[in-house]
């Protein structure tokens, strides 16, 4: 997936939106390049538990890299319904295609309003910039 098809998270979460089989939405969930970048040497990822409901800006995980924990959250409302399962044994994923198999989850969404709190590419990079990286 190319960065300037996703929408991003304040928190530096991407997400891609695709139309599922019964019709609702499903997003799939990953990490910036930006921000893993910015964590460098990743030791462990906690991923999150099928079936799980979330809410716009809760965490569902955490990132661990030799520099800093860090939770991750879910950019949208709704129900896990697939986790990148490989991920905690190939952490090498993540910088290598952050925007491909370096996804996380896919959630299926319960409600489109959070997708308007998100960015566009050039408003997320604009963030990048502002944050002084």
């Known amino acids: 997936m190319k960065p300037e098809n996703l929408l991003f998270a304040k928190t530096h979460e991407w997400v891609y939106i695709e139309p599922d089989a019964s019709g609702g939405k499903v997003a799939t969930v990953g990490i910036s ?3 893993l970048e910015a964590l460098t040497d990743l030791v462990y990822i906690e ?3 099928l079936g ?5 800006g809760e965490s569902f995980g955490e990132i661990e890299s030799v520099k800093a924990v860090s939770d991750l959250y879910s ?14 044994n190939q952490l090498e994923a993540l910088p290598a295609d952050p925007y491909g198999n370096g996804w996380i989850a896919k959630i299926k969404l319960a409600d489109e309003s959070a ?4 960015m566009n590419y050039a408003a997320y990079q604009k963030q990048c910039a502002e944050e002084g990286h």
């Open 33 to 35: 390049a930006f921000a």
């Open 115 to 118: 997708l308007g709190e998100l």
């Open 75 to 88: 950019p949208v409302d709704g129900t896990v319904v697939a986790v990148h399962d490989a991920l905690p």
């Open 52 to 56: 799980r409901t979330l809410k716009a």
């Open 47 to 49: 991923l999150p538990k």
